[in-house]
């Protein structure tokens, strides 16, 4: 029998090469996860954590990050298809608006 909640969170570990991993609730029963011990921001997924919620006065994701939701019991799971491509949009959205940022500073 497969543990969906840890096979989940395996794989999330795998994905961020993180042990502890930081969870930040966005809007839309979204959450972000990443490494704790991560040191290197990651502004995209930072822009878009933001763009889907997170307080911008927070401190910025860093390293890898992935994306899930949560079930009624308060398990991780796959985002659903509106999620994903809520997602999917604000990523879009906030590569474009760093690409710009970043060819106005050259």
């Known amino acids: 029998m497969i543990n969906a909640a840890r ?3 395996r794989g ?3 994905h961020t090469g993180g042990a502890i991993l930081t969870s930040a609730a ?6 972000a996860l ?6 290197a ?9 933001i763009d889907l919620g997170r307080d911008s ?8 990050v992935v994306f899930l939701t949560t079930d009624e019991q308060g398990m991780f799971r796959s985002l659903s ?8 949009a604000t990523f879009q ?6 690409d710009d940022a970043l060819a106005v500073t050259r």
């Open 57 to 64: 006065m927070a401190r910025p994701l860093a390293g890898a």
């Open 7 to 9: 096979s989940v969170l």
């Open 93 to 98: 959205d906030c590569r474009a608006a760093l």
């Open 41 to 49: 921001p990651n502004m995209l997924a930072t822009a878009a954590a």
């Open 34 to 39: 990443s490494d704790a011990s991560a040191t």
């Open 12 to 14: 999330v570990r795998e």
């Open 26 to 31: 966005l809007d839309h029963r979204i959450d």
């Open 81 to 88: 298809p509106e999620q994903y491509h809520r997602v999917m």
